[in-house]
């Protein structure tokens, strides 16, 4: 087994195409936690998840970039392992941060892929195919411009949007898609925006006949979660209640929803990805590959990921150029047709750094200097 040689830390920020907004904040540029490890002249390369604010989750890139600095690089070197499993279980002590461990173990993902000349997804268990493509659209300052954007998304092919929804800014806007693009599949994702008090008024929901409602209740209320699901025919999607195979175990024996959205850094890891996708695949619970705003390298590991089997939704994997104007790796990931995405047959994510973008930070972490 090869060793690991050096382990470097960067934060890359890039600028939006478009301004995008969530039910926290608007963005015009996104800044990524990106992690190389180098081994046996090669390197794998990936992206922690972890957004600038402690929103969507109690992580940030601040946080993602000192525990990785200070506790999940050096475990891994004086471990010796360059195994992604092996890695998980060298920093078992380190309470939660998943989405930290899931950039660097994501990193031996790759670096094991190219070692072995193989492609991320065969690595992974899937295999090089299309897949189908999805897009999200945040929240606008207008229906006018929410319907415009939609009507974008829907005109290239996309097979389904996703939308932002939250108190005050849902049954409008989705009275509003429905009688605009009659027909077409609409995800309405609420990252957790309502409560217990909200129960009834969502019950009535299914009147917009939506592909499924994702994550309406906070990640402890997932009791609540599975009382709606009882009293809808429209599926939940759970997104921030499922960390782990664990969590994704427990919300289908309370019925708490019907559809999952896995993203590899949420639940620590590509190695907790596939753990979650062969269950959902056994129980027969649908799923796809969620984004939130990728740059290019963490678009091509999710790409990897959606070839697996049990991907049975259209996932957000689309088109870095509709995002980003410079997502910072090349290839750029593209279409191969309207609505579907394929990865290279080259070794590993198949995409490599370049340094047209803005790096704001950068670390090297080697055996010789561990803190």
Known sequence: MVTIDRVVLRLVRCTLTRPFENRWQRYHTWTKLVVEVDAGGVSGFAECAAMETPFYNYETIETAWYVSERYLVPALLRAGTTDPEQAQRAWADVNGHEEAKGGVEAALWDLRARLAGRPLCVELGGEVRRVPVGATAGIEPTIDELLA???????????????????GWDVEPLRAIQAAFPGFPVV?????????????????????????LEQPFARHLLETSAALQSRLVTPICLDEQVHSLREMVQAHRLKAGRQANIKIGRVGGLTEAVRIHDFCRAEGIDLFVGGKWEQGLDRWCA??????????????????????????????????????????????????LTDTVE????????KGVLV
């Open 149 to 167: 954007n939609i009507g974008r998304i829907r005109d290239s092919g996309f097979q389904r949007v996703r939308i932002k929804i939250r108190p």
């Open 188 to 212: 309405a994702d609420a990252n957790a925006a309502y409560d217990e008090e909200h129960l009834d008024a969502l019950s009535g929901i299914d009147q917009f006949e939506l592909m499924a």
């Open 303 to 352: 790409l990897a990921l959606a070839t697996l089997p049990g991907m049975t939704l259209p996932s957000d994997v689309g088109p870095s150029r509709n995002y980003y104007l410079d997502d910072g790796v090349e290839p750029k990931l593209d279409v191969v047709e309207p609505g579907w995405a394929e990865p290279t047959d080259r070794p590993g994510l198949g995409a490599d």
């Open 359 to 366: 790096v704001t930070r950068i670390q090297e972490i080697t």
